[in-house]
C-alpha cells in the first residue's frame, strides 16, 4: 500500500514537504503524531492523526505516538484565541498514562519491525537547563523565522505570552531529539501544526544538516462550516465516563450524508472498493442510513468494544420505537439513563409500588405524565401508554414487577414522548 496515495484518496491530506513521498517509497520510515495531554482521555478530534499513524504502520512504516507531558506544561498556541491554563506536573502524568490506553487500541505495539511506540517528551526535556536550551535550540532559529508562522501571526493583537512564543521550539526540538534517537524522518498533525512541524524540519537542517518532513491533514469540519466533534455537551470522548458508548454511537448515527461519505474514509478501515460500493447503495436508499450505521458501527466497537456496541444499538431500538420489553430490561442502568438523558424525571415511594397503583392514578397524581385522570383514561383507550414498551389498558396496575435494575419504569406516551419514573 502507497501510504501518501491512501490517505490522498481518503481526503486526509491538506499539505505534504517536497520529497516526502519519495522518502516513503524508498525505505521503512519512523513517523510521529504529537498528542498534548490537557484531558486523561483522547477525542474524536484526536481521531484523525490517530488514522494516520494507523495507516502509516499497514503500510509498512513505524508509527511514533508523542505524548506531551513537557510541552503540555506550556500550551500550544495554534488554534487558540487565548492562552491555555497550565497543568500540574501530577495531573500531566495521570493524563499521559490514560492516553497511553487508548492509543493501544488502534495501533499495534506487539509485533512486527515496525510496531508502535509512546514516548513522551517530559523524559528527554525535564533535565534541560533554560541556559541549556537557550544555546543548543534558541541560537539555530530568529525571532524573524518564528514571528512568521500563522499561530503567532494571529495571535499577536489578543496578546501572547514568552511561553507560548517558544512553544514551536520545544516542539522543533522534539523532532530534533526522535530524528536523532530514533531516525524519524516524518512528522504528521492537523494543518494548523504545519508552522510547528516545519520549526523542526528547519532545526534538523541547521543542526545535523539532515533533512526532514512533514505531512499535514486538513482540519475537520461539518459541512455547514461548524467544528467536528462538538455536541450541545461539548466534546465527543473516547472515555465512556465523558461520553457514554450510546451517546458516542448516536453522533456517528446522526451526521448528515455528506458528512459521513467524508468522514467513513477518515474514520474507518473499508477499503476504497468497500467505500465506494456502500456509498453507491446508500445514495439509493439514503432514508436506511447505511452508510451511517457502517461507520457508527466499525468506530463504536474499535473504542469501546463489540459489547459496547450492542447494548448502544438496541438502546437505539428502543427510542425509535422497536426495542422490546425484553432488551429493555437488558439494558444496564447507566446505558438507560443515557439514552433517555434530558426526558421528564418522576419520583414515586417504592413501598407504593409494593402494594401496587392502578394506572390512572399512576399517570395523573403520582406523576403528571397526564394533566388529569379524564386525560389518563382517554390515552389508555386509545392505547396511547406503554409501559416498559408494552401497551397497557385502564386495568393495568403499576407495581415492583415493572422496576427495571430494581429502579426506573419507562413510560411512553404516544409515539415520542418518554417518562422516566424512579422508585426512591
Known amino acids: ?18 520529497g516526502t513521498e519519495e522518502q516513503l517509497q524508498k525505505e521503512m520510515t519512523t513517523a510521529y503524531v504529537g498528542i498534548d495531554p490537557t484531558a486523561d482521555s483522547l477525542h474524536i478530534g484526536h481521531l484523525v492523526s490517530i488514522m494516520m499513524l494507523k495507516h502509516l504502520q499497514l503500510a509498512g512504516h513505524k508509527p511514533l505516538a508523542l505524548v506531551g507531558g513537557a510541552t503540555g506544561m506550556i500550551g500550544d498556541p495554534s488554534g487558540k484565541s487565548e492562552e491555555r491554563n497550565l497543568l500540574s506536573e501530577e495531573v500531566l502524568r495521570h ?16 509485533t512486527g519491525e515496525n510496531r508502535a511506540e509512546i514516548v513522551n517528551n517530559y523524559d528527554w526535556m525535564k533535565e534541560f537547563s533554560f541556559l541549556g536550551f537557550l544555546r543548543e535550540v534558541g541560537k539555530h532559529l530568529t525571532v524573524n523565522y518564528m514571528m512568521a508562522k500563522d499561530s503567532v501571526k494571529k495571535r499577536l493583537e489578543t496578546g ?31 494543518s494548523d501544526q504545519w508552522g510547528n512541524i516545519t520549526t523542526g524540519t528547519e532545526l534538523i537542517r541547521r543542526k545535523t544538516g539532515g533533512e526532514a518532513f512533514a505531512l499535514v491533514c486538513p482540519l475537520i469540519t461539518k459541512a455547514d462550516g461548524s467544528k467536528f466533534g462538538k455536541t450541545e455537551k461539548g466534546n465527543v470522548w473516547l472515555d465512556a465516563r465523558y461520553t457514554s458508548p450510546y451517546h458516542f454511537y448516536q453522533f456517528w448515527l446522526n451526521c ?16 476504497r472498493q468497500e467505500i465506494e460500493a456502500m456509498t453507491e447503495e446508500h445514495r439509493q436508499a439514503p432514508h436506511l442510513r447505511l452508510l451511517q450505521k457502517a461507520l457508527a458501527k466499525d468506530i463504536t466497537i474499535r473504542v469501546h468494544g463489540q459489547e459496547e456496541y450492542e447494548t448502544a444499538l438496541e438502546a437505539s431500538e428502543i427510542l425509535f420505537g422497536k ?17 433517555f438523558d434530558g426526558v421528564p424525571m418522576f419520583d414515586v415511594e417504592k413501598s407504593e409500588l409494593d402494594a401496587g397503583i392502578g394506572v390512572i392514578d399512576f399517570l395523573a397524581e403520582k406523576t403528571a405524565i397526564t394533566q388529569s385522570k379524564g386525560e ?11 409501559i416498559n414498551k408494552e401497551k397497557v389498558n385502564d386495568e393495568f396496575v403499576v407495581s415492583t414487577a415493572q422496576l427495571i435494575n430494581n429502579r426506573h419504569i419507562l413510560v411512553q406516551r404516544g409515539k415520542k414522548n418518554y417518562y422516566l419514573v424512579q422508585a426512591r
Request: hydrophobic residues 40%; aromatic residues 12%.
Open 1 to 18: 500500500m502507497n501510504f501518501v496515495e491512501e490517505l490522498r484518496w481518503r481526503g486526509m491530506i491538506h499539505d505534504i514537504m517536497p
Open 95 to 110: 493524563n499521559v498514562e490514560a492516553i497511553k490506553q487508548q492509543l493501544l487500541k488502534f495501533l499495534d505495539f506487539e
Open 376 to 386: 389518563a383514561r382517554r390515552m389508555l383507550k386509545e392505547g396511547s401508554i406503554s
Open 323 to 339: 426495542g422490546t420489553t425484553e432488551t429493555l430490561k437488558k439494558l444496564p442502568e447507566q446505558v438507560l439513563l443515557s439514552v
Open 160 to 190: 501572547l505570552s514568552f511561553t507560548e512564543f517558544t512553544y514551536q521550539l520545544v516542539q522543533g526540538y522534539d523532532y530534533l531529539h526522535l530524528f536523532s534517537s530514533k531516525n524519524c524522518k516524518l512528522q504528521m498533525g492537523g
Open 256 to 271: 448528515s450524508d455528506e458528512d459521513t461519505e467524508r468522514y467513513i474514509k477518515i474514520f474507518s478501515l473499508f477499503s
